[in-house]
DNA sequence: ATCGCTTTTGCAAGCGTGTGCAAATGCTGC
DNA sequence: GCAGCATTTGCACACGCTTGCAAAAGCGAT
């Protein structure tokens, strides 16, 4: 063990030969301090290997750098995309990511802004699982900012950003029936999320509209396994799919896979199939799936720009983003 | 701005009718308290809302539970999978990781252990990019643990996680060599990772002690591109191969994708295909890939328990998995 | 009640930083 | 040289917590 311990400010003050106010307010942007000291202060600190006590700035200022990112399925290709950018967005930014997985149990969401809190984060950024609503009362009260990615509820205070998920599903309704299809099924999972429920529902209205009635199953989690359930579920029936939306892509590999080799039948020819996500999977050539795209890039810009702003606390901050619809070769035509 | 800040174990003592000394024990596992008072002050804890400052915690215990994840390329399949683990693990301990992206410039990981000093990180596991030997020296100095993950160098201190990379590809080689292949090719990427070169390196020794050469291409990332970059390049040689051992499973499924939707070849009639790293995608019934499995949550397991341990500091310590080879439909036989 | 012992409790001194305030310093124009 | 002003510097307190130390309290036995 060196157990030498960190440098300290005050190590630099002496080393340079002044106060310990100075070296303090050298890094510390747009403090008053001469270029003369600013190099001394510099130059001792760099032969020390001083660096700046983050935790104790944030004691003393109250505001960590500190963002905290909360998501279940990290290993998921959508998700972890996500984390990507918003991982690049905070560091651009000046802040720093504090990852929590809540893979595990049910009201590990809770048990993670509490983590939050301990830290104190200067904000949480909820990918997954519905926090309580006292939980997240607390942060708020504590000045904690809250952004709510595709989980829209009707809690007052953080920035929820949503899709219009209804709107994408009725545009691809159209398009299966612009294809030729006639008989549309939905594959979801179990899963229940607002985002997914809302293509879910979108899509059957939009087909009702147009005089369609729709087959919903629904398995599991949303991944390729439950994308295969399903397919064996809609596939034994007496009569088949022509057009199937999937609410994730992970799905729609999985039921395409399922189609083709269990099944034999062919994409488009068969059967058209649709996605949601526009993961890097569904650009391989053994899917070219048509699907959606999640504006992660975008998202994750809304979501950091919103929380470093001097004026937040707009009451009811809510960003919709469009989803633009990539055209491959899952659907007939086009 | 509700500002009215955090509430202090000030406060909390207060109501409780005890002195600070008191919550702050009672908050402190193994320390002195009697069940009558730390009932008042948990009591009175949860009526305001009290949580520990981790930030102050850790600025007195010089200890701050802030483990720093050093990772480029997230969104990829088997990082993702691994960050999945670790969080994990590391939330398992009591830890909580702190997510740092190193996808931009070079000297990014530098930066970014300069950000895990300031913030008094109790370690760092690195799954990219080579710091730079001073900023190690530096961490280590400071009492701050490292784990390097598949990126073996010559530094003393950290703890190394490999895996028999050269092992495997010795075996893989035999592999195909029993199913009847004799024009070896190996698929890599130009990244030049020690893990990767050992791959390489294992695989075309392995051959020549079997009198077989290998062709060998390298193409940009390590990504499903790449694959099929390096598939154009091998199969417009006059002599195709007719087995090739992919560096990374992401190569080896762009390039299977290349060699059938492209050159119309089967796999594995035509030619077998292996690949490394076990990503969810290579299960999927349209690559079906053998592959090595890389024991992700053996590592995971692995570098947390032994950041945890009081006894670390041992030495050299490097430590060598085994990766299992899941024989699936890519190659001939089995 | 007194003693000896163990457990609990409060005091106060830190940990490394930011910052208001007043003193000190530098600069400009007479 | 000096007055007038802007800038820089140091002092000292605060942030919220842990913990060594000594005083206080509990407790059983004499």
Redesign the pocket.
Do not use: D, G, I, P
């Given at each position: 063990m060196s157990q030498k311990?960190?440098v300290?400010?005050?190590e630099v003050a002496e080393k340079a030969g002044?106060?310990?106010?100075?070296v303090?307010?050298t890094?510390?942007s747009g403090?008053?301090?001469?270029p003369?000291?600013r190099q001394k202060v510099l130059d001792a600190a760099d032969a020390l290997g001083?660096h700046?006590?983050h935790l104790?700035?944030g004691?003393?200022?109250?505001e960590s750098g500190i963002v905290c990112l909360i998501v279940s399925e990290i290993g998921t290709p959508y998700r972890s995309a996500l984390l990507r950018a918003l991982t690049q967005q905070l560091q651009n930014s000046g802040k720093v990511a504090m990852l929590i997985n809540t893979d595990r149990s049910d009201g590990s969401a809770d048990l993670a802004l509490r983590q939050a809190i301990r830290y104190r984060a200067d904000a949480s950024i909820i990918l997954s699982g519905l926090p309580d609503k006292s939980i997240t009362d607390l942060c708020l009260k504590n000045g904690q900012r809250l952004v709510l990615i595709n989980r829209d509820d009707d809690r007052e205070g953080p920035l929820k950003i949503n899709l219009d998920d209804a709107d994408a599903a009725a545009r691809i309704a159209t398009a299966f029936v612009r294809a030729g299809c006639s008989k549309l099924a939905f594959a979801n999972s179990q899963a229940g999320t607002p985002s997914l429920m809302a293509r879910e529902h979108g899509f059957v209205a939009a087909a009702k509209a147009m005089g369609l009635d729709v087959m919903v199953e629904r398995f599991g989690h949303t991944g390729y396994e439950s994308g295969r359930a399903v397919a064996q579920q809609l596939l034994t029936r007496k009569e088949r799919p022509d057009a199937v939306f999937c609410a994730t892509d992970l799905l729609a590999c999985g039921f395409m896979d399922a189609a083709r080799h269990q099944f034999s039948m062919s994409v488009p020819d068969q059967i058209c199939v649709a996605g949601f996500d526009d993961i890097e999977q569904a650009s391989w050539s053994s899917y070219g799936l048509t699907t959606f795209a999640q504006p992660v890039d975008m998202t994750a810009r809304e979501a950091v720009s919103w929380l470093v702003s001097e004026t937040a606390e707009s009451e009811n901050h809510t960003v919709r983003l469009h989803a633009d619809l990539v055209w491959r070769t899952s659907i007939r035509g086009g």
């Open positions: 311990l960190f300290s400010a005050q002044v106060s310990r106010s100075a303090s307010r890094f510390t403090a008053s301090v001469s003369k000291t001083y700046v006590n104790a700035r004691l003393m200022r109250n």
